[in-house]
């Protein structure tokens, strides 16, 4: 199975400031069909299903706003909020889903400092 | 819009077993397959399986082979997940999920099962 390993586990940040979440997969996970990476970024509000925030590592989904943004390639992505809103407090997963048993990392705990 | 909406929660005693129903809507049901993921709490979601609601084909996490089963009826729109031989390490919410062109895009409400003697 892919092992997706995020950093950090929790993470203070100030309104109005930038937060980084780091996501490594144990192996590639690059779809050489369409020669993209099959990582997706999810956010789970209390008491909600996880929301799905980006897709193919760096496509936004639709009313997303665009504070959110996905990088990476290979094995090392990251999701990053350029301006940390109240609303954004929440915890962070990102997925793989290139390929069976599809995997999610751990979580990261977002809050304001 | 399109939606997932899931059966109600339930309460189960150890060896039993549960069955969570998933209905689609505002979409073709049978152009995307449907997947069930589950999470206890505090914990990341973990992937179950899929079914289609096109063939009726399933695949299965090699932790839920021989204990879960997942059907659909087209008729009414709706996926079917069983788990059998419940233990407590089974309570978790369980949701339903869409598995479209962009991922893992759809998600029901969640289905909380606890196992309790």
């Known amino acids: 199975d892919i092992v997706m390993t995020q950093s950090p586990d929790s993470l203070a940040v100030s309104l109005g400031e930038r937060a980084t979440i780091n996501c490594k997969s144990s192996q590639s996970i690059l779809y050489s069909l369409k020669n993209k990476n099959c990582l997706a970024w999810f956010q789970q509000k209390r008491g909600q299903p996880p929301k799905l925030l980006i897709n193919?590592?760096?496509t936004r989904e639709s009313g997303v706003p665009d504070r959110f943004s996905g990088s990476g390639s290979g094995t090392d992505f990251t999701l990053t909020i350029s301006s940390l809103q109240a609303e954004d407090v929440a915890v962070y997963y990102c997925?793989?889903?290139?390929?069976?048993?599809?995997?999610f990392g751990q979580g990261t705990k977002l809050e304001i400092k | 819009q399109e939606q997932l909406v899931q059966s109600g929660d339930e309460v189960k005693k150890p060896g039993a077993s549960v069955k969570v129903s998933c209905k689609a809507s505002g979409y073709t049901f049978t152009s995307y397959d449907l997947n069930w993921v589950r999470q206890a709490t505090g914990q990341g979601p973990e992937w179950m399986g899929w079914v289609s609601p096109k063939s009726g084909n399933t695949g299965y996490a090699q932790k839920f082979q021989g204990r879960v089963t997942m059907t659909r009826d087209t008729s009414v729109g709706t996926v079917y997940m069983e788990l059998s031989s419940l233990t407590s390490e089974d309570t978790a919410v369980y949701y339903c999920?869409?598995?479209?062109?962009?991922?893992?895009?759809?998600w029901g409400q969640g289905t909380m099962v606890i196992v309790s003697s």
């Open positions: 997925q793989q889903y290139c390929r069976i048993p599809y995997t």
């Open positions: 193919w590592s760096s």
């Open positions: 999920v869409r598995r479209g062109e962009r991922a893992h895009d759809i």
